[in-house]
């Protein structure tokens, strides 16, 4: 059995269980890689897109977008707006029920840990200054690249120039390791409102020893930043003819 919605929900699952996975490795105690830096989250984070898409695909999905804005920003640059509900819908699910499976998988170490803010930044985004303006436009920003070069890499104006076509989920994890280097200090780079909106709402309602609020009050930004910027990077392709 396999379907494009399908694969979503399973590739967007995988993506969340590496990524918030690493996420949880580094800042949960007792953990064998315990601090190990932003360099193993954004490196975990690249390895968990590449394994995502290398999913979906597999699970029946073509597009492999894992993320409600590049679903966006491929139906401003295509026209075709019909993938946009149900493949969010599939992407979301596939966040919850990942973040269920990170919990799980580091069920001892909740109790160990005794920062609240620590455990609610397994699942989700947190802003390094809160300033709602600032954070909404450094989400746009990192949202506008990763929907700009994803499309790069899969138009025909590269793949004419001879780029394999199983490379590109490779690629598309190297440009998310980028940004999230480049791009990921203000913010957290959520770049994905299901990566974001899904394990927010898993942390919610998990019975998580210790655990504070989910931060509602900033929820909202990593949800519209992501979906400006990429419908405005879909613009763009458009614009210049990808």
Not at 74 to 81: E, H, I, K, N, P
Not at 164 to 172: A, I, R
Not at 182 to 208: C, E, F, K, M, Q
Request: glycine letters at 14%; aromatic letters at 8%.
């Amino acid at each position: 059995m396999s379907s494009p919605t399908l694969g979503e929900f399973a590739g967007t699952l995988i993506l969340i269980v590496l990524g918030d996975g690493v996420v949880a490795g580094v800042l949960l105690k007792h953990s064998k890689s315990e601090n190990a830096g932003w360099m193993a989250i954004t490196t975990g984070w690249a390895m968990a897109v590449m394994a995502g898409v290398f999913t979906a695909m597999a699970f029946g999905s073509p597009d492999g977008h894992l993320n409600p804005a590049v679903t966006l920003g491929a139906a401003v640059l295509s026209g075709d707006y019909s993938k946009v509900l149900p493949y969010s819908a599939a992407q979301l699910a596939g966040a919850f029920a990942g973040a269920v499976v990170v919990w799980l998988h580091y069920l001892p170490h909740w109790k160990l840990t005794t920062n609240a803010d620590a455990k609610l930044g397994v699942f989700c985004t947190a802003p390094a200054i809160r300033s709602a303006g600032a954070n909404l436009t450094s989400e746009i920003i990192g949202t506008f690249v990763l929907a700009l070069v994803a499309a790069a890499i899969f138009s025909n104006r590269v793949a004419v120039a001879g780029l394999t076509p199983g490379l590109g989920p490779f690629l598309v994890g190297a440009l998310v390791w980028g940004i999230g280097l480049s791009l990921g200090g203000p913010t957290g780079y959520a770049i994905n409102p299901a990566r974001d909106l899904g394990p927010r709402l898993a942390h919610a309602v998990l019975p998580i020893s210790g655990k504070r609020d989910a931060d509602w009050g900033y929820a909202a930004i990593p949800v519209i930043g992501p979906l400006a910027g990429a419908a405005l990077a879909g613009l763009v392709a458009k614009i210049v003819g990808f």
